[in-house]
């Protein structure tokens, strides 16, 4: 039987940076991957390729702008040619794929398969690779990194041809002309807003009271008013959701907030009402790991039920996010290599939609604050002010900065603006180290850019205070 | 004689901030303007109005490379219709300085004039309005704001019609289609990009030996590759520069590096060669204010050497910066108010300059740092392996954070790649709060962003110093 000290299991934004940074300080690391390649959804099925779209459908919308900002050419005449898009797609993913491939190469102790870890014991494995061959694996510990699938739904009709999940629909072989989309979380809106924009038809269906559910009511309230004047249909509070067949359309019904029978009609019908971890086929049954379907029990260095056997990301449940599986995991990887390090704490996770405008949030949300008992304060600042937001035209936004009123140190930001993802690298260094307001105030931000934004809200928090007190 | 607490010369970046500010907290305050509105050089004819024309050029770029993304579009017969550039640059200062104003009317205590201010003595100004009446106003104490111009260096036929300066070119009449630009500082570069950008050929010409002068050296020489791809010329080293018509075009002639009489041939010239303080008609000599051609003396309170007398900003010399003006008025008016805080200091300063790609940078260059005998390290990035910058299709860009060797703390953040401007909101608050670089590896920045490269760059460099330990 073949030995390692780690062996890793799912090469998505997970398990990768583990196993390498494992194998960087000295272990012998086997990671092995179930797909093709190295990154798992975000790359492949998630995060990556759907910016990569946006980002054509960012440049579309821009481009029927020309004409405001003095540049005249026959933009009505514009075309979205999808299969440059899924080539340009294929292209960028391969490329990420095979960088990562290669700095594994470069990393002795670092060792990649291909195929299905299925643990046997505590300390053994089986991989079946592609070929069905099976190879026999001891180890000294071991990572679960399996990560997430989108959720089916018990709706019926889910299983018809042309109701895709949030995966597929990156992969569409044309641009449906009218898409329904069950969902208007994050993902949702997102996807919505970037194939409207691509010209698809959309309606937005949500069970929920409103869209955008964990994000600050007031930025999500934004940008619904937002989504709406872009031609979005939205109906919320829906339920008695169900899909047919009606020639070559998909009719989904149901019954709306007022209580009455709606239906739609569209192309191709879109859900994306969350996802699961992939537990199924790892023999976690020849372990003590504790799981339910919402994930794997772990304790706070990331170890599950079964000492030795550890297991980060997706596949722990919520927050289910790319970048909070690497952080977990490059802790996680210093933590097993005898250098602790802090693990890290959802209250500094930070995340963005991609939508239009982007949404950022970094740390706690108002409600969080409130349910958590935390005497807070917001500074605020409207984003309509603003000369970079001027200058690029932007029509709306918002940047909330809660801070703990006492201490004034920062432990939430929120941002609605074009460009709101890049301002979330000050923010969740803010929420992360806990910095007072005064050194927003005191750093010395650049004009004109949105980051100015950040000082402007809290010298007025400030100045507030200064008068009241 | 009419009385106040504070009269305020100049309402740019410098003097508006600080006269609210000042009226905000209970003082009476005369803000006085010699212009037509509130906002300075960097409104009507700097920051702001280049960032204007420089989006028109930004989108005309990606316009040009819609077919890349999927978009296919007749973008050769793009045309640039300068007037509405000019027309919308115009509505945004309109509507920028008519905001600053009606802020102002808010503040009980805030008086604004319109006309020029000259002391009479350490205690009294006049100021004389656009219809050439007087006004005769006592003060307790005075902050000088009166800004810069742009130098008109000695060369032969600076003079001649044509003949530009950084002011001017942004309100030209019509798109030159050959300029030549002398000095390829940040301004000549960033003015240069953007009318090559909107069809212009230009010619730079610079006496140093690189282009970029205060910039990081590799970040300089990436950015002038790509300036030099965009088919720009470029030559440095140059000396005996004079100008003389030809027809209706001007000829500008040269010694280049190699001791080659040269010359080149345009409709227009831009000199850009550095901006020199606003002193004439402000009465210094009626006080005991020192000064000289590079600006105000004052002390680290920003107090002259006429007690009472004040000054901030681009009067004082280098740094001239917006915003650099904006921290010293704000910390100023919290001095006067009687609430000290620390003055902004230079090595905590920003800035952006908007090229093609974005160049940002906080802190200290590693020039500086040497030049201080600061033991630091520099923990690297190369965009080029960037998600977020490879969706955007950027094809260079770096970014260096130097950090002192023992502390480790950030002393200076440099960053080039499309979106830099929005990264130095943390790298102002790097610099300022002196932060080591675990906190930046351990800060949860979202995927996809180019705010990741921060911890992937110090992270990287920690696993160095870990190994090399």
């Not at 069950?182 to 691509?198: C, D, H, R, T, Y």
């Not at 941002?415 to 803010?430: H, I, K």
Request: proline share 5%; hydrophobic share 40%; with cysteine.
């Amino acid at each position: 039987m073949e030995k390692c000290d780690v062996l890793v299991i799912g090469a998505g934004p997970g398990g990768t940076p583990a196993a390498m940074a494992l194998a960087s300080m000295g272990k012998k690391v086997i990671l092995v991957e179930a797909g093709q390649g190295l990154g798992g959804t975000c790359l492949f099925e998630g995060c990556i390729p759907s910016k990569i779209i946006r980002e054509s459908a960012r440049r579309l919308r821009e481009l029927r702008m020309a004409k405001e900002f003095g540049i005249e050419a026959p933009v009505n005449e514009a075309r979205v040619n999808w299969q440059t898009i899924l080539q340009r797609k294929a292209r960028i993913l391969q490329m990420r794929s095979q960088a990562a491939r290669h700095k594994g190469l470069q990393i002795p102790g670092f060792d990649l398969r291909f195929g299905r870890a299925s643990l046997l014991s505590p300390h053994e494995a089986a991989i079946t690779l592609a070929d069905g061959s099976t190879q026999s694996i001891g180890f000294e510990q071991a990572i679960i990194a399996t990560g997430s699938r989108p959720n089916r739904p018990p709706i019926p009709g889910i299983d018809l041809p042309g109701v895709l999940d949030s995966e597929q629909i990156l992969s569409i072989e044309s641009l449906p002309e009218r898409l329904t989309i069950i969902g208007a979380g994050p993902i949702g809106v997102e996807l919505g807003q970037m194939f409207n924009s691509l010209g698809t038809r959309i309606h937005l269906l949500e069970v929920a009271a409103h869209v955008l559910g964990p994000v600050d009511e007031d930025l999500a309230r934004q940008l619904q008013q937002r989504i709406a004047a872009e031609g979005i249909d939205i109906d919320t509070g829906i339920r008695n959701l169900s899909i047919e067949k009606d020639g070559d359309d998909l009719r989904v019904r149901y019954t709306n907030a007022q209580g009455e029978a709606a239906q739609v009609l569209s192309d191709r019908v879109l859900q994306v009402t969350g996802r699961h971890p992939n537990l199924e086929g790892l023999g976690l049954e020849n372990t003590a790991i504790e799981h339910n379907r919402h994930g794997i029990h772990v304790n706070e260095t990331l170890e599950t039920d079964e000492p030795g056997i550890y297991a980060t990301g997706d596949v722990l449940g919520q927050p289910m996010f790319a970048h909070w599986a690497t952080a977990q995991s490059l802790a996680l990887a210093q933590h097993l290599a005898g250098r602790p390090t802090p693990f890290p704490r959802p209250e500094h996770n930070s995340a963005v939609i991609f939508s239009e405008p982007e949404l950022g949030m970094a740390g706690l949300t108002e409600k969080q604050a409130r349910e958590q008992g935390i005497e807070y304060e917001v500074a605020r600042y409207d984003f309509r002010q603003d000369a970079r937001a001027q200058i690029m035209d932007q029509a709306e936004g918002l940047l909330k900065i809660l801070f703990e009123r006492d201490s004034r140190k920062v432990i939430g930001v929120h941002a609605l603006v074009e460009g709101a993802g890049e301002l979330m690298g000050e923010a969740a260094l803010l929420v992360r180290a806990g910095l007072p307001i005064e050194l927003i105030a005191g750093a010395i931000h650049p004009h004109p850019t949105l980051t100015e934004s950040f000082a402007v809200a809290v010298r007025a928090a400030l100045a507030s205070r200064a008068r009241g007190s």
